[in-house]
């Protein structure tokens, strides 16, 4: 059967580190054969694409964005035979694979700037960005502000600044340079001709730097992302796909669509906090208000939605007061705190409460978009916030209460990265072969829930939604619509039961049917439509003229 080439807006998609999710040779490390043997139990789960973090030579100190190498495997997850192995059992079972485009800059440690950094007439100097002074583009703002003080450092091998969005250990490319551009474009055809399905493309926005502006979405970089995909449609027509990393505000992000020629899909950053929001306020507000102002997108092109990621909760797009809000409300350890946003994994983040991580996921799910999980959070993982920089939520995947949680057979001592180990969160409790033997444990409940969404994949990923505005504000309620099909979604923020009156009018005559019982609802009248709902429950309703 034929592909359908706009698969990505009906996927639900898995972002997962292969340093951390399972160790195939003992060596402490995650790596391609050990998740080549875990790919059943991603298939099993119902995902349809995973996204892998970096997994190029890297000197690991941004756990792979820093890559040193564009066409190889990082050693210690194997070798490129083991990635193909990898690529074509994932394939075999169904399930697509994006991995890491990371072009906004390089390791130092890369060659490219080695040759660039020791002289001025080295064919690659003009492949970074230089200057002799480090007043260059003022006022550009600092993203690593925990750790980075400008975004110019001073290179003493090159006796020049160079340029960096990012760490001080992350030179930014050159995009002005044709032959940056050109090189970028034969990487990726590197991994497309391996047989990759697309690539998460990371930190779109700051391409291109220019004198008096943010150095941010730049029309300039919107030239070189189209330039791009011209290439990519070129060589493989409607069967790859390009998703941004644009961590703005929806207005900005819609231009990375253009005119359906530039990105496929782009997270949508502002909306992650205001579900979080919306949940301590127990007030639909944040969520409609988000959404409302979101523009429309062209017809091949998709949201990316999503709870938590490998980074931090980032509350960039947020108000100083909402971000001090949800400090106050969801980190109130400093430690959880970094750069603008919280490093916490989703359960944690809920305290615990199963309600509220269920109706986070339900929502996630029922959103207009394609949802994005992160890996662990299918059972409640808890994260370490003592460890340093984002590594915290980014521990050993637990497979079992065994040893080492079934992640690794080496000595405990040698792991990347120690295992959650305390009592809420601990592997001995939270892993995936005890969920796996209850029916009502958080992996069966996600189970449940994508297996009900792959049902109507068509309408959650591209249907119209419509929100409804009862006088009950701590319910959100949606409508998703297409082709005839139509899902009522409710929702109860709070964690109090409360009533709805529903104004279904144009529904009059049909029969709701809970899409996870199968229970019939009574029959929506010409009157408002009353609904209980348990604190934090939800309902997905399919409306049936029977
Ligand atoms: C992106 C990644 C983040 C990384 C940064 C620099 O924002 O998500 O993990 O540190 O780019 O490459
Ligand atoms: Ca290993």
Known sequence: MAVDPLWYKDAVFYELHVRSFADGNGDGIGDFVGLTQRLDYLADLGVDCLWLLPMSPSPQRDDGYDIADYRGIHPQYGTLEDFRTFLQEAHARGLKVL?????????????????????????RRDWYVWSDTDQGYPGVRIIFRDTERSNWTWDPVA???????????????????????????????????????????????????????????LPETHQVLRWLRQRLEEAYPHQKVLLAEANMWPEDVRPY????????????????????????????????????????VPEPCQWGLFL??????????????????????????????????????LTPLLEGD????????????????????????????????????????????????????????????????????????????????????????????MKRLLRVRRQKARLFGRGTLRFLRPANHRVLAYVRELEGEVVLVVTNLSGAAQAVELELGELEGAIPVELFGGSLFPRVSHAPYVLTLAPYGFYWLELRWL
């Open 159 to 217: 006796g020049q600044y160079f340029w960096h969005r990012f760490f001080s250990h992350q030179p930014d490319l050159n995009y002005d340079n044709p032959e940056v551009r050109e090189e970028i474009w034969r990487i990726m055809r590197f991994w497309l001709e391996l047989g990759v399905d697309g690539f998460r493309v990371d930190a779109v926005p700051y391409l291109l730097e220019r004198e008096g502006t943010s150095c941010e979405n």
């Open 354 to 445: 199963r309600r509220r991580v269920e109706l986070t996921n339900a929502l996630l799910l029922s959103l207009r978009g394609s949802p994005f999980l992160y890996y662990g959070d299918e059972i409640g993982m808890g994260d370490n916030i003592s460890l340093g920089d984002r590594h915290g939520v980014r521990t050993p995947m637990q497979w079992s209460g065994g040893y080492n949680a079934g992640f690794s057979s080496a000595d405990t001592d040698r792991l990347h990265a120690p295992l959650v180990a305390n009592p809420l969160y601990g592997y001995p409790v939270v892993n995936v072969a005890a969920q796996s033997q209850s029916d009502s444990s958080l992996l069966a409940f």
């Open 308 to 345: 938590r990621n490998h980074d931090e909760l980032t509350l960039e797009m947020v108000t100083d007061i909402e971000r001090d809000y949800m400090w106050d409300e969801y980190a109130k350890d400093p430690l959880a705190r970094l750069n603008l946003g919280i490093r916490r994994r």
């Open 99 to 123: 991995t890491e485009l990371v072009l906004n800059h390089t390791s130092d440690q890369h060659p490219w700037f080695q040759e660039a950094r020791a002289s001025r007439t080295s064919p």
């Open 257 to 296: 669509f253009a005119n359906g020629d530039e990105f496929h899909m782009a997270f949508h950053f502002p909306l992650m906090p205001r579900l979080f929001m919306a949940l301590r306020l127990e007030d639909r507000k944040p969520v409609v208000e988000i959404m409302e102002r979101t523009p429309a």
